[in-house]
């Protein structure tokens, strides 16, 4: 029989509920979190048997999307959900983030955390009940934990911070802010903001920290009620005999390989150390004990200069930058590119415009369809000095590229001053620490140099801590990837001079004090603002004029009701004005038409024929147009694109007209009048109401008029002999009567 036991509790004026024992009932740990109508299943299993040959814990987080949970049926082919989104995968890495520091680092055996969307509501995000139910899974499950952890979403809406804002609200929030934290500290954090000031985003850290407590309570009453025993967790000590034995070898090498001046050059001298260990050690030891032991000694090296001396590997001060170069305008045919160079890592980014229709859907669980701008991130293995398989980006890769276009999104042009899709693409080409951050860097000079109206310049600074025994730390401004390896944190912080808008922080401990993260925030905006002065030493502000290979966005208003008009059956005539011009055409239901092109000429000539489709004929209104259909009693003029009237024979000139091919052919060009629309909508044209007006010009004479629209023999204009007669005209027979 299934028991099932239920925990609430209530968060942001909504209930969170936490079930067990109902569901996946084989696994270690398994757990629904409900929030409002979003519900998710979170489980947890691990392994019998470590796993051989690894140094790492073997954590896996699978988010499953399953769009029935929004009522959805998935697009493409097959119509099943394929690979992971990209909003998938930054909720699994947003779970990992937070759980991994919390379990045991010596653990082998694979673990794995499910999280399943089951529904959701559109109103309250999936993301922050997946790291509940993961927290809550592993307190009740049998692998060892130092949780339980809680996640909360803060945004900040007209001055007032408000706990778990809906998505609909953060779409007018300054703040978009997800903290995770234990009881005693911060573990995570994630914000995209728009321009927010440091102390704001303080007070919305403290503000989500308190909020979690209450979290953390439900789990512990969770964990007591329906708790399994915990399995021990293996010690991590290095073998204490081969720590002894290298350290007469090492002590007087490692200080001189530590101190090359170059990436590469430390890594080869600590590499040759390492391999003369294994050859003078290795029948004594084995050589995992021996290489575990060498990298404590470089991390008690690294770290004991840190806190004792002061003294950074490169010789820096605790919160100098390393030495940059900017450069723009490199790739003669790009629409814009930059080259930002911090240290020994280089990003180039480049943009390409493009036109809304190219905007990338969205096929998710989250209430946008689609998205404008995009950034994309590429580390390839030469970036390292390494040699890998290049194939689809990773979890790593889609994290950074996400970081990126969130630190960026708030300085874009809006949607309707700037009608165009944007894709910014980040290629390091050298990565030695921060290659996030130098990408953010990177980004904003780009977009400037393709004359994209920014708003503000964008820089990003990676912070890091070192903490000691005794309860001492440091925090470093821009870190290398050495001190990011063994140091306690990665608090990346991009913003404009006005305020942040991104922020990422991991930990390798298990939680962050709240003073700490104000300390690293404060000297983040201290980096950030020396950065932001170096880049505008190469572009100030976005360049005037798009580059001449971007296409021209033109936008023009039509009648919603005439937008079956410009599409046409099937799509035929917005396929035939594309063909034509070659421009693309986007339409909105509002009636919004953007018309693009990098020929100014091609964007006008589709612009004359959209607006000819939609514009209604006026009468009295004159108009040029093509002669396409001649009848014996009559012409056919096409005035607007798809639009034709008839010249009758009596109104081709102003004079009789015996036949009308002795006047027009078809093809001419000829100029008319409107003179009436009758009630079924046809059009009635008139010549002849050309000539009489010009004939009221003083001055004016027939002849003066362009031959393509008067292919008739010119004549002078002559006033008429009486009221109501006719017009004595040279060369012309006897009068042939009334005209008909």
Same mark, same amino acid.
């Given at each position: 029989?299934?028991?099932?036991?239920?925990?609430?509790?209530?968060?942001?004026?909504?209930?969170?509920?936490?079930?067990?024992?109902?569901?996946?009932?084989?696994?270690?740990?398994?757990?629904?979190?409900?929030?409002?109508?979003?519900?998710?299943?979170?489980?947890?299993? &691990?392994?019998?048997?470590?796993?051989?040959?690894?140094?790492?814990?073997?954590?896996?987080?699978?988010?499953?999307?399953?769009?029935?949970?929004?009522?959805?049926?998935?697009?493409?082919?097959?119509?099943?959900?394929?690979?992971?989104?990209?909003?998938?995968?930054? %909720?699994?890495?947003?779970?990992?983030?937070?759980?991994?520091?919390?379990?045991?680092?010596?653990?082998?055996?694979?673990?794995?955390?499910?999280?399943?969307?089951?529904?959701?509501? /559109?109103?309250?995000?999936?993301?922050?009940?997946?790291?509940?139910?993961?927290?809550?899974?592993?307190?009740?499950? @049998?692998?060892?934990?130092?949780?339980?952890?809680?996640?909360?979403?803060?945004?900040?809406?007209? *001055?007032?911070?408000?706990?778990?804002?809906?998505?609909?609200?953060?779409?007018?929030? /300054?703040?978009?802010?997800?903290?995770?934290?234990?009881?005693?500290?911060?573990?995570?954090?994630?914000?995209?903001?728009?321009?927010?000031?440091?102390?704001?985003?303080?007070?919305?850290?403290?503000?989500?920290?308190?909020?979690?407590?209450?979290?953390?309570?439900?789990?512990?009453?969770?964990?007591?009620?329906?708790?399994?025993?915990?399995?021990? %967790?293996?010690?991590?000590?290095?073998?204490?005999?081969?720590?002894?034995?290298?350290?007469?070898?090492?002590?007087?090498?490692?200080?001189? %390989?530590?101190?090359?001046?170059?990436?590469?050059?430390?890594?080869?001298?600590?590499?040759?150390?390492?391999?003369?260990?294994?050859?003078?050690?290795?029948?004594?030891?084995?050589?995992?004990?021996?290489?575990?032991?060498?990298?404590?000694?470089?991390? =008690?090296?690294?770290?004991?200069?840190?806190?004792?001396?002061?003294?950074?590997?490169?010789?820096?001060?605790?919160?100098?930058?390393?030495?940059?170069?900017?450069?723009?305008?490199?790739?003669?045919? &790009?629409?814009?590119? =930059?080259?930002?160079?911090?240290?020994?890592?280089?990003?180039?980014?480049?943009?390409?415009?493009?036109?809304?229709?190219?905007?990338?859907?969205?096929?998710?669980?989250?209430?946008?369809?689609?998205?404008?701008?995009?950034? !994309?991130?590429?580390? @390839?293995?030469?970036?390292?000095?390494?040699?890998?398989?290049?194939?689809?980006?990773?979890?790593?890769?889609?994290?950074?590229?996400?970081?990126?276009?969130?630190?960026?999104?708030?300085?874009?042009?809006?949607?309707?001053?700037?009608?165009?899709?944007?894709?910014?693409?980040?290629?390091?080409?050298?990565?030695?620490?921060?290659?996030?951050? %130098?990408?953010?860097?990177?980004?904003?000079?780009?977009?400037?140099?393709?004359?994209?109206?920014?708003?503000?310049?964008?820089?990003?600074?990676?912070?890091?801590?070192?903490?000691?025994?005794?309860?001492?730390?440091?925090?470093?401004?821009?870190?290398?990837?050495?001190?990011?390896?063994?140091?306690?944190?990665?608090?990346?912080?991009?913003?404009?001079?006005?305020?942040?808008?991104?922020?990422?922080?991991?930990?390798?401990?298990?939680?962050?004090?709240?003073?700490?993260?104000?300390?690293?925030? *404060? /000297? =983040?905006?201290?980096?950030?603002?020396?950065?932001?002065? &170096?880049?505008?030493?190469?572009?100030?502000?976005?360049?005037?004029?798009?580059?001449?290979?971007?296409?021209?966005?033109?936008?023009?208003?039509?009648?919603?009701?005439?937008?079956?008009?410009?599409?046409?059956?099937?799509?035929?005539?917005?396929?035939?004005?594309?063909? /034509?011009?070659?421009?693309?055409?986007?339409?909105? *239901?509002?009636?919004?038409?953007?018309?693009?092109?990098?020929?100014?000429?091609?964007?006008?000539?589709?612009?004359?024929?959209?607006?000819?489709?939609?514009?209604?004929?006026?009468?009295?209104?004159?108009? &040029?147009?093509?002669?396409?259909?001649?009848?014996?009693?009559? =012409?056919?003029?096409?005035?607007?694109?798809?639009?034709?009237?008839?010249?009758?024979?009596?109104?081709?000139?102003?004079?009789?007209?015996?036949?009308?091919?002795?006047?027009?052919?078809?093809?001419?060009?000829?100029?008319?009048?409107?003179?009436?629309?009758?009630?079924?909508?046809?059009?009635?044209?008139?010549?002849?109401?050309?000539?009489?007006?010009?004939?009221?010009?003083?001055?004016?004479?027939?002849?003066?008029?362009?031959?393509?629209?008067?292919?008739?023999?010119?004549?002078?204009?002559?006033?008429?002999?009486?009221?109501?007669?006719? !017009?004595?005209?040279?060369?012309?027979?006897?009068?042939?009567?009334?005209?008909?």
């Amino acid at each position: 029989m299934i028991t099932s036991s239920s925990f609430d509790c209530e968060v942001g004026g909504r209930k969170l509920i936490i079930d067990t024992g109902k569901l996946a009932g084989q696994a270690s740990g398994a757990v629904t979190a409900r929030y409002g109508d979003t519900v998710v299943l979170v489980t947890v299993c &691990t392994s019998d048997k470590p796993r051989e040959g690894i140094d790492f814990l073997p954590l896996t987080i699978d988010y499953e999307e399953r769009l029935y949970a929004a009522g959805k049926i998935p697009g493409g082919f097959i119509r099943r959900e394929g690979r992971p989104s990209q909003e998938a995968t930054l %909720a699994s890495r947003l779970t990992d983030r937070p759980l991994r520091p919390l379990l045991p680092k010596a653990w082998r055996n694979d673990i794995q955390v499910v999280i399943t969307v089951l529904s959701t509501d /559109q109103e309250n995000d999936p993301d922050i009940l997946a790291v509940i139910g993961g927290s809550a899974a592993l307190s009740i499950s @049998p692998i060892p934990f130092d949780g339980p952890v809680s996640a909360v979403h803060v945004g900040y809406i007209n *001055n007032e911070l408000i706990l778990n804002p809906t998505l609909a609200q953060l779409e007018n929030s /300054q703040l978009d802010l997800v903290v995770v934290s234990t009881k005693q500290a911060i573990v995570m954090l994630e914000a995209g903001a728009n321009e927010a000031p440091e102390d704001i985003t303080l007070k919305a850290i403290e503000f989500a920290h308190q909020a979690n407590q209450d979290i953390i309570k439900l789990q512990e009453q969770l964990q007591q009620a329906c708790g399994k025993p915990k399995l021990e %967790a293996p010690a991590s000590e290095v073998n204490p005999e081969a720590l002894a034995a290298i350290s007469p070898i090492v002590d007087d090498k490692l200080a001189q %390989a530590l101190s090359q001046p170059e990436k590469s050059l430390r890594e080869q001298a600590l590499n040759e150390l390492k391999k003369e260990l294994v050859e003078s050690l290795g029948e004594s030891f084995p050589e995992e004990d021996i290489i575990a032991a060498f990298e404590t000694k470089v991390r =008690a090296e690294i770290r004991g200069n840190l806190l004792d001396k002061k003294k950074r590997i490169d010789g820096r001060g605790l919160a100098d930058i390393r030495p940059i170069s900017c450069e723009v305008g490199l790739l003669p045919r &790009t629409h814009g590119s =930059a080259l930002f160079t911090r240290g020994q890592t280089q990003v180039l980014a480049i943009t390409t415009l493009g036109s809304i229709g190219k905007e990338q859907p969205l096929d998710g669980l989250g209430i946008e369809e689609s998205k404008r701008f995009i950034h !994309h991130y590429n580390f @390839p293995p030469f970036s390292s000095g390494e040699t890998k398989r290049i194939g689809s980006p990773g979890r790593r890769e889609i994290g950074h590229g996400a970081l990126v276009e969130r630190a960026i999104t708030p300085v874009l042009p809006k949607d309707e001053d700037f009608p165009y899709t944007i894709r910014l693409v980040s290629e390091v080409l050298s990565s030695s620490g921060s290659t996030s951050m %130098a990408s953010v860097c990177a980004a904003s000079l780009s977009l400037m140099d393709a004359g994209i109206p920014t708003k503000a310049a964008v820089a990003g600074v990676a912070m890091g801590l070192v903490t000691g025994e005794k309860g001492d730390y440091i925090i470093l401004t821009d870190i290398e990837g050495i001190e990011d390896n063994y140091g306690d944190m990665d608090f990346k912080i991009a913003g404009t001079a006005k305020g942040i808008t991104a922020m990422q922080m991991d930990t390798k401990l298990t939680g962050i004090s709240l003073e700490i993260v104000g300390k690293a925030i *404060n /000297q =983040a905006h201290q980096g950030r603002l020396s950065i932001l002065e &170096t880049m505008q030493q190469t572009i100030s502000s976005s360049r005037p004029e798009l580059s001449q290979y971007a296409p021209r966005m033109y936008k023009i208003t039509i009648d919603p009701d005439k937008i079956g008009a410009v599409i046409g059956t099937g799509g035929k005539t917005i396929r035939s004005i594309i063909e /034509q011009t070659k421009a693309s055409i986007d339409i909105d *239901n509002d009636g919004t038409v953007i018309i693009g092109s990098p020929d100014e000429e091609a964007a006008r000539k589709a612009i004359e024929i959209i607006e000819g489709l939609t514009k209604e004929v006026e009468v009295g209104a004159t108009y &040029t147009g093509k002669v396409t259909r001649l009848m014996d009693f009559g =012409a056919f003029v096409e005035i607007l694109p798809g639009k034709e009237g008839l010249v009758h024979i009596s109104e081709l000139a102003d004079y009789r007209v015996a036949k009308v091919e002795d006047v027009v052919k078809v093809g001419d060009e000829v100029t008319v009048k409107v003179i009436n629309i009758d009630e079924m909508g046809r059009v009635n044209l008139s010549r002849r109401a050309v000539f009489e007006k010009l004939s009221q010009v003083p001055g004016a004479r027939v002849q003066d008029a362009p031959s393509k629209d008067y292919p008739f023999k010119k004549r002078e204009v002559r006033p008429p002999q009486s009221k109501g007669g006719y !017009h004595n005209r040279p060369n012309r027979g006897p009068s042939r009567g009334p005209r008909r």
